[in-house]
């Protein structure tokens, strides 16, 4: 594993744990819904640092942990040294045998060069009648922290920044689910404002964590005080009483594989 997969972002498995816990503690209903039965085969498709995957391993599935980040899959392997990692690209991967489920928490809407490749590849990944669980951000996913981006950069008359993000509305992601070989069997679509609890910069940090790629291509002394003009225009929405509330909007969906 000392390769980096071309065109996916550099994470800090460190800060994603330790300030962005909310991410896989937010995926106890997805888990409901998959449930995983004791000697089923899993896939877990951008797996991050393996939360999931060892509570669906918990459950008495086999479980199979795939992520592009090198550090992300370093840092399962060191939590979880029983369980199975691998580093891949969700775009192209194969499997030797054919699993009874893939599931996916917050990560198909970084896989976003090509959503129809991906969709491929977990259906081949699929025994027939296998299920596909995931939840990913949907349509007006972070509007807020993204509206406040835009005017930011373009304040600081930096080129619009290149969001890396793909936020489907149901209607369109159920459409590629169905050409792609799928049923869809349930297909939610909802508002889950999410508090940055561990986030004292609340939309800065967000963006330091999640666009990190972006604010590299920022001349270094305009980082801070661009950052601090993000939080300005995001407070009056996202900043609360009791705190930092990201704006989030998630697509959660169960299809099964024709
Ligand atoms: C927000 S994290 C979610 C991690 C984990 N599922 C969780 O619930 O904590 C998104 C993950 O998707 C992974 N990812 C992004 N693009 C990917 C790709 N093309 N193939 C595989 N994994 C990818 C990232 O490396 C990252 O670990």
Known sequence: MRYEIPGTMRWNAQAYDSSFGYVSAHGAPLLDLLDPKPGERVLDLGCGTGVLTAEIAARGAHVLGIDASRAMIEAAMAKYPGLEFTVGDAHDFTVAHPYDAVFSNAALHWMSRDPDAVISCVRMALRPGGRFIAEMGGAGNC?????????????????????????????????????????????EYFDRPTPLTECPNGAADWVRMFAGPLLQRVPPEL??????????????????ESGWMADYVRLRFAAQRR
Request: charged share 25%; no cysteine; aromatic share 12%.
């Open 143 to 187: 509007a807020s922290l993204i509206s406040a981006m835009k005017t930011a950069w373009r304040e600081y008359g930096l080129p619009e920044p290149e969001l890396p993000w793909y936020f489907p509305t149901p209607a369109e992601y159920a459409l590629r689910l169905e050409r792609g070989g799928f049923t869809v069997r349930l297909l």
């Open 223 to 240: 980082v801070d005080p661009l950052l601090r003009r993000v939080n300005e225009l995001a407070a009056p929405a996202l900043r609360h």
